[in-house]
């Protein structure tokens, strides 16, 4: 079958890379393209992030049998209008959405326009559906996946665990004409690799560590050693969810690295507590290239810290950037700015910054992300579509989905502040909004063009005065 895999643009990248930009490559595709391909099948991946005017003229070119759609919270709405416009032009073609939104909440794409939903890890259930679709033989049996019977999305089930080894390593080749665009600010061009899958930890607006019920996985060092070889960037960034947590694997992982002779300059997640624990790990892969760690410290107070359940205080943290700068590791610090802010809150945070000089301050809004206790319910979301479901458009970790202690339109001006506040770290970086502006006067993609436009704001309008949630 000739299959097309679509990650949609948006008015900002997911989740905060603020105005700096980010487009990294689409590895989640990459990997569904490494077992769909392995099945016998033709794969074609479009990132309308680099090519926003391209969906229109790839379906007519390629004439795809089966159309996947990835999609964060933020994409739901685009995710349904991709899938509309592929019944649009190729009304015999199959469509199937999954991706992190649809592993928590699949009914926001039960609509006439798709056909298939994927909730959890998508290789095994994507390959077991689309050899299902071209053997023409039942797929209502595969775990995982929604389809409907008589009318009505049902599904047989969660997946079983996944055994990360049992991936095939991702397409990379899928995607090579792209390679050179993708970029993590001045890190371009940027391969991503994931060595690890889950998070010990329960910061109550993160819902990663749910997608694996807590489980904290690891691949083989040999394994990940071996991926590595094939990325051919020199700017790798390890995409864990929190890579340092077991120090002995990272340190065995830094020694093949070195012994295998690959020379990368590293970025890579990590918790200020990891980093103070793991020292000696993270020393090692300074030796090998560590360059910059991301590092959520998302709250600056006792009271937030406990609210967000960081597990963590403020002289640890404080204690971090102390040892980060004795490594000579660079710090990419985000914020979580709580939706109870005052202006002395905000005035706060900007003291806080500059006292520790930290050059890569990025900022998010405090969020109701689907699968944490924040969305158990509805309640708390001021922003929503006519049909009473939260405005998905909104909910890029920029926009207060949330009512703020200060007047909305307030809240807005001091968040849109700190950026101009620390303007000087984000001026080099604006390819991405670029990008996105010109996606809304190109004209090529038709509805989406005016579904984008719709929304009353350009990417770089939005990425300047952070007044959008993508």
Not at 116 to 123: D, L, Q
Not at 150 to 170: A, I, T, Y
Not at 214 to 238: H, N, Q, S, W
Request: hydrophobic share 45%; with cysteine; charged share 25%.
């Amino acid at each position: 079958m000739r299959v097309l895999l679509v990650w949609p643009n948006s008015r900002n990248e997911v989740l905060g890379w603020g105005d700096l930009g980010a487009i990294a490559e689409p590895l989640a595709l990459e990997y569904l393209s490494a077992g769909l391909t392995q099945d016998g099948h033709q794969v074609t991946i479009l990132d309308l992030r680099l090519h926003p005017g391209a969906l229109a003229t790839t379906l007519r070119e390629l004439a795809p049998d089966v159309v996947g759609v990835t999609a964060f919270s933020m994409h739901v709405l685009t995710a349904l209008a991709i899938c509309a416009k592929v019944k649009e032009l190729l009304p015999t073609c199959w469509t199937v959405v999954g991706g992190h939104h649809a592993t928590f909440l699949p009914e926001d794409f039960f609509a006439p326009a798709v056909d298939f939903v994927v909730s959890g890890e998508g290789v095994r259930p994507l390959r077991q559906l689309v050899r299902a679709l071209t053997e023409n033989v039942p797929w209502h049996d595969i775990t995982g996946v929604w389809s409907r019977r008589e009318g009505v999305f049902r599904c047989e089930g969660r997946q079983s665990g996944v055994e990360l080894d049992d991936l095939p390593l991702p397409d990379r080749s899928v995607a090579a004409a792209d390679r050179s665009a993708y970029f993590i600010d001045w890190m371009k061009p940027v391969g991503l690799i994931r060595t690890s899958v889950g998070c010990p930890y329960r910061c109550s607006f993160c819902s990663l560590w749910k997608i694996m019920d807590g489980k904290y996985l690891m691949r083989d060092v040999d394994r990940v050693v071996e991926e590595v070889a094939t990325i051919p960037e020199e700017f790798v960034f390890l995409v864990d969810d929190e890579a340092f947590i077991n120090g002995r694997r990272m340190k065995a992982l830094a020694a093949a690295l070195r012994a295998a002779g690959l020379h990368k300059r590293y970025f890579a997640y990590c918790r200020m507590d990891s980093l103070l624990r793991q020292r000696d790990v993270l020393l090692e892969w300074r030796r090998i290239g560590l360059e910059r760690l991301f590092i959520g410290v998302d709250a600056i107070t006792e009271k937030d810290l406990d609210e967000y359940n960081k597990r963590l205080t403020v002289a640890q943290i404080e204690a971090g950037f102390k040892a980060a700068r004795e490594l000579d590791i660079e710090i990419f610090a985000q914020f979580v700015v709580n939706t109870d802010y005052t202006r002395r809150d905000f005035q706060r945070l900007v003291r806080f910054i500059d006292h520790h000089k930290i050059r890569y301050p990025s900022f998010t809004v405090l969020t109701p992300i689907p699968g944490t206790a924040l969305l158990a319910t509805f309640d708390s979301v001021v922003e929503r579509q006519p049909n009473g479901r939260p405005n998905w458009d909104l909910f890029d970790c920029q926009n207060a989905v949330m009512a703020t202690a200060l007047p909305r339109d307030e809240f807005r001006r001091e968040y849109q502040n700190l950026y101009h506040v620390f303007k000087g770290s984000y001026t080099r970086y604006q390819e991405h909004p670029f990008l996105l502006e010109r996606s809304i006067h190109d004209g090529d993609v038709g509805d989406l063009t005016a579904h984008f436009a719709r929304r009353g704001t350009s990417a770089v309008a939005a990425g300047r005065a952070r007044s959008r949630e993508a």
